[in-house]
């Protein structure tokens, strides 16, 4: 661990002990962590190291770390309670470790090239929740030998690089975010008009607060946000287009290279993630435990409501 980190989190009593090696992956966002190992229960001090370190670098990667699912499952806890998704499948007999698996193929022109069939979307998990999840503990089971990285952004980055302007148009704004915008064509149609009662489209602020380091979040993706509420279907497009665009920029990113039981856990809160499907026409498979998270609330709201 870099002895700056090293020096904040034992003077803060975050850690004890040498036990986690970190290096960050770049100036915004991600860093490698060593060291991990889960036995069986994780003590309170690992747990609250983990957890500051999340906040710091919003993503963390970790190597050769094969977690079986009670494994799995208890890194996730670390975070908070856990939950399932309501289209995606999951592993058997554990309802929450999603099963994630992917073959992504091309499509062919009239010149007869191909090209990838790019499927997936920055995006931020379950934004069509009343309360988003917190984060994601993600684990790979079966890797291509070449492609299927995830890129990350940090969604406060882009909001820090939005120009005053659009800062100022977007202040106090709410958004649209809809299961069925992203998972209508996945669900069969007598399904839908129950999964549109049990999971309403929830509106929440473009500019979220961040509930633990107070930042200012750009909440909208191209996954569950259909449309700025209280502005023209044309406006609203356009303007969802442009803040969509923004966590494009590669000065806001960090990619990470899949290898055999990888893991990788990061803030659902402060990041959109991109799992890049460039590996047609091997697959790739994925284990995913969502952590619960809570309302979202913007800069000039008075925080969230406790009762």
Partial sequence: MADVERET??????????????????????????????????????????????????????????????????????WGDL????????????????????????????????????????????????????????????????????LWADAAAVYAGLPDAVKTRIEGLTATHDLLFDFGDRVAPERRAVIATEFPPQHHPI?????????????????????????????????LMYLFDRFKVPEYQVRFRWTPNAVVVWDNRATQHYPVADYWPARRRMERVTIRGDVPFGPVSAGPVVS
Avoid at 25 to 30: A, D, E, H, I, R
Avoid at 112 to 121: M, P, S, V, W
């Fill in 9 to 78: 989190l034992v003077s803060t009593g975050v850690i004890d002990a040498p036990r986690l090696s970190v290096a960050p992956c770049g100036p915004v966002l991600g860093a490698q962590v060593a060291g991990l190992r889960i036995d069986g229960s994780i003590d309170a001090n690992l747990a609250s190291a983990l957890r500051a370190l999340l906040l710091r670098h919003k993503v963390l990667f970790f190597r050769d770390l094969d977690l079986d699912y009670e494994q799995h499952l208890a890194l996730a806890r670390v």
């Fill in 83 to 150: 939950e399932g998704h309501p289209v995606i499948k999951h592993v058997p007999g554990y309802p929450e470790i999603l099963d994630i698996r992917g073959s992504e193929g091309r499509v062919e022109d009239n010149a007869g090239n191909h090209r990838f069939q790019t499927l997936d979307k920055w995006h931020a998990d379950v934004t069509f929740r009343a309360s988003p999840s917190m984060g994601a503990v993600l684990r790979a089971r079966e890797i291509p030998e070449i492609g299927g990285d995830t």
């Fill in 207 to 239: 500019v979220r607060t961040h509930p633990e380091t107070g930042e200012r979040v750009l909440f909208v993706n191209a996954s569950f946000t259909s449309c700025i509420d209280g502005l023209g279907e044309t406006e609203s497009a356009e303007l």
